[in-house]
């Protein structure tokens, strides 16, 4: 589990930079860099459609992984000890990005 944190304030999960969905994926298997990859579990918050029954904001989440180019994928789930998900102003998840995403080599 990887200590996650969301500057993607318009997410219905987003909860002061914590994420309440429990587990996300990141998208991008092709990815070449950070901007190829988008977080696939982003919901636009619509309105007051931000609710409780979403769960409690946690800093430490599961992440699986589909940038199979990325240093901190294995087997599909991220190591990294931090991840950053950036996307201000998104309205659907390509709009997203993680900014941890580094190349393997």
Same mark, same amino acid.
């Given at each position: 589990m990887a200590q996650l944190g969301c500057g993607v304030e318009n997410c219905v999960y987003n909860k002061s930079e914590c994420c309440? !969905?429990?587990d996300i994926v990141v998208g991008g298997k092709h990815a070449g860099c950070c901007d190829? $990859? #988008?977080c696939e579990? *982003? +919901? =636009? !918050? %619509?309105?007051d459609s931000f609710s409780n029954a979403y769960g409690e904001p946690c800093r430490t @989440?599961? @992440?699986? /992984? =589909?940038?199979? !180019?990325c240093v901190y994928n294995s087997d599909y789930k991220c190591q990294a000890d931090h991840v950053d998900i950036k996307g201000c102003g998104a309205c659907? /998840? %390509? =709009? $997203? +990005? #993680? +900014? $941890? *995403?580094r190349e393997r080599a």
């Open positions: 309440c !969905k429990g190829d $990859t #988008c579990s *982003f +919901a =636009e !918050k %619509r309105g @989440i599961s @992440i699986g /992984c =589909e940038a199979v !180019k659907d /998840c %390509r =709009e $997203t +990005a #993680c +900014a $941890t *995403f």
